[in-house]
């Protein structure tokens, strides 16, 4: 049996913050860290899918889906992600297990055909984001703010893969989402509203239609900016990695200056905590932030 499930998580931060965004994984371990938060590994969990194995083959995909959240049944935890790509594969697929017995037998058979432990459907499925607001709560956020963001104007960008469907999120998502929102004001900072903060950012087309992909994600950054934002932020890999590291070829492609730095949620409540670069990979993004951080007396 594993440990307590209270503020102890298997930990899964997806593919690109193992590879490509690893400042979204370092600044998670470290707000947890800080926070009281005890993030554990888990060494044996695969790729989730990201919704193209199961486009590809749906079976396959519920069955790496169920290997993962045995490994997370039999350490005691639910699982807590920093990618809403895996959040929505696993909120999908772990909703259907517990809904449709049948379904999850079938599944089972196959884990056990393989020597895995079957998934018996106890776990739930988190955003580390909605762990510091349900879980933890912001009364204590709010008692380890060192650096408060007064003043400082937040653009958060939800992303469409932990808001739709409504359902699927247990009441999280919808077209008017609130856990960013909470979070920024609890840190002392002012939300931005924008048009843009709940649709997608256009990772998923990047290839196949790339001047679609910079007009949705420079648009998006450029609304933002053009409301007052100092920052943006998401809880999303992805759409970092939208919004951030191709804002410079969108601002190209649409002939417009942006300029708005972007970071992980996960950044921005580090930042507010007293974490300095070394620990939140701040120096990592694509628009350097020192400079509006230090606006607002705080020091990266």
């Known amino acids: 049996m594993g440990l307590s499930k209270d503020l102890n998580y298997a930990y899964y931060p997806g593919c690109a913050a193992k590879q490509i965004q690893k400042e979204a994984d370092w600044s998670a371990r470290a707000i947890a860290e800080e926070l009281g938060i005890s ?50 594969t696993f ?11 049948e379904l999850l037998a079938d599944i089972n058979e196959v884990l056990t055909a393989a020597g895995i432990r079957p998934y018996e459907g106890t776990i739930d499925v988190k955003h580390l984001a909605w762990v510091l607001v349900d879980d933890l709560g912001l009364d204590k956020v709010k008692q380890k703010v060192q650096n408060p963001l007064s003043g400082m104007k937040v653009a958060p960008f939800y992303g469409c893969h932990a808001l739709r469907p409504f359902e699927v999120f247990a009441g999280r998502g919808g077209e008017r989402p ?44 450029l609304n933002a900016k053009n409301e007052g934002a ?12 939208a919004m951030g590291a191709y804002q410079a070829k969108a601002e190209k492609k649409m002939g417009k200056k942006i300029g708005l730095p ?27 932030p020192t400079a ?7 020091e990266l």
Request: net charge negative.
């Open 91 to 101: 909120s999908y697929a772990n909703q259907r297990f517990k809904n449709e017995p």
């Open 39 to 88: 993030l554990h590994d888990m060494p044996k969990a695969t790729c989730c899918g990201a919704g193209n194995l199961q486009e590809h083959d749906p079976a396959a995909g519920l069955a790496v889906n169920a290997r993962i959240f045995s490994q997370a049944e039999e350490m005691g935890m639910d699982i807590a992600t920093i990618c809403n790509t895996c959040l929505q």
């Open 230 to 241: 100092d920052v943006m932020v998401s809880p999303c890999t992805l759409c970092d990695m």
């Open 292 to 298: 509006v951080f230090k606006k607002y007396g705080v």
């Open 178 to 221: 609130l856990y960013l929102d909470q979070l920024i004001q609890a840190i002392g900072g002012e939300v931005v509203d924008y048009q843009g903060k709940d649709k997608c950012c256009g990772f998923h087309v990047m290839l196949a239609g790339e001047e679609d992909f910079l007009s949705m994600s420079g648009g998006h950054a």
């Open 262 to 288: 972007e970071m992980s949620i996960s950044q921005l409540v580090g930042a507010s905590l007293g974490l300095g670069k070394d620990r939140l990979g701040t120096d990592r993004l694509h628009q350097d």
